[in-house]
């Protein structure tokens, strides 16, 4: 028998448990999403281009074992857990390997901006089943040292499943999902870019510009000042900056969108403020105090 | 022996252990203030206008009597725990009691604009001896429901103390603020204010922004997707409203100001991500991300 490439060479795996998974960016995503997926899979593989994250994974047996990336795309699923535009290259990659001699392999990136992504995954050879995904989750901090097991629990998960997904990529990831204790959302990549940049990248740039205006007065008073309040506003500005950058090279025009609507509202704030009317002011801010103490009980 | 108004009547009580403490406003501030004071005074009154929350005050023994405005400020320290326009009018109230045959009373304020309130604190008779305070502390949700005696731990405690507050207040309010286990610091009302604008009022005007641009989108999804990093962002929009109209309104100017600072970082923010490049974007975001991550470790 001549195997042809993209030829399934055995039955494929049905469930997570006798799945091969490998993690690619041991991060505080990836390094999280092993921690939860222990004991849940046949096998715990990780990858990642710092050695003293590969050694840290190992010696809290974070995966069971490390393997490089050239390795690690043989496996029933995938997971690419780095910043977007790492994710785009490894797709690239992985278009080139379509005559590896292995097994079907699904592949779930959790970037957190999808339209370019599963526009790349599209060329991606049989071989590869994609399915895009993005956690809404996060911390200020990153990095393995702050991975938990929890962190995706009744958080959004959101799957992008375009057309040439298959059957099986998508049941192994609800199962992930289901195994992690997210809640996944089906969106097409381009509403799941739309709404995270509301969601998501407009408040990590009011973020910035916070610590951008405190910065720019240069007084050393004002830190001490800040309190519980400026520290929840400005917590997403300490985001990894590389991971931001690909965000917003990536979502730009709806980010930016997003940003011209922003400052329409400020606009408007800034024009109630001047009036020094409390009634103006006050019909300015109630709708989004009722919207915020309704959204969050 | 003629008793001139405004003649001490018994020697001051020098220490807060033998004073009779009445806080005005049995919300988060003035609720955590008596919960954390219990024990460290000889007697806490209570005041507020609302019926059901003096009952809940006795009920749960946050104050160990209630009495209306015209009898509390028969006190040796008066806690004006309400929002700034109310403690405006107070103040004013108060103009008016000189005559009243009391013992002096320390009088402290908790309002989150100090500039006129220290004004109208100047007009007060001789029989109170003012000072402003402002504990820089709060939660998304008010009431007295929400009050806890460690609101205040490790928070910073302003205190404006302009040249005619006594010896015997300021000592007697920095005795609270040891108590309570904040932290204090001696501004001028115009730099407080000017410093709270930057690091309390603005995040609190970003946060509404923020709600009112999503809300603008009439996207149900968008809540949907909104996770811990927006729930942090938009926290102060749920703010009390009467307290931030009174805010909007009594520190207007340093708000607008602090308002059209934001505006330009945000317009460089926006340039940044137009320009497409990731090294511009990274120079714009670098330097709010190390300050964000030292900051609050």
């Not at 606009?267 to 019909?283: P, T, W």
Request: aromatic share 4%.
């Amino acid at each position: 028998m001549v195997l042809t490439p993209g030829t399934r060479q055995r039955k494929p795996p049905q469930t997570l448990a006798n799945c091969e998974v490998a993690i690619v960016g041991l991060g505080l995503m990836g390094g999280s999403l092993a921690l939860a997926l222990r004991g849940h899979c046949r096998a715990l593989i990780g990858c990642d281009a710092d050695e003293a994250v590969r050694r840290t994974a190992l010696e809290r047996r974070v995966v069971d074992r490390i393997a490089d990336f050239d390795s690690a795309h043989d496996c029933d699923v995938l997971i690419l857990a780095t910043p977007v535009r790492t994710i785009l290259a490894q797709l690239e990659y992985l278009a080139s390997c379509a005559f590896y001699p292995s097994r079907q392999t699904a592949v779930l990136d959790l970037g957190s901006t999808k339209a370019r992504i599963v526009q790349v995954m599209a060329d991606l050879p049989p071989r590869f089943e994609p399915v895009g995904g993005h956690p809404m989750c996060g911390k200020e901090t990153n990095g393995l040292e702050q991975a938990e097991a929890q962190l995706f629990r009744e958080k959004p998960f959101v799957l992008c499943a375009p057309g040439f997904s298959s059957v099986r990529a998508l049941g192994l990831t609800y199962e992930i999902i289901q195994v992690i204790g997210a809640k996944p959302i089906m969106l097409s990549a381009e509403r799941h870019d739309t709404l995270a940049a509301l969601v998501s990248h407009l408040p990590y740039a009011a973020a910035v510009a916070l610590m951008r205006t405190v910065l720019a007065q240069d007084d050393e008073q004002a830190w001490v000042l800040a309190s519980t309040g400026f520290r929840d506003s400005s917590r997403l500005a300490a985001s990894d900056l590389t991971m931001m950058i690909d965000i917003l090279l990536t979502n730009r025009e709806a980010v930016l969108r997003a940003l011209a609507a922003y400052r329409r509202e400020l606009d408007m704030l800034v024009a109630a403020i001047e009036s020094g009317e409390a009634d103006v002011i006050r019909a300015a801010l109630a709708p989004a105090q009722a919207k915020r103490a309704e959204l969050f009980k």
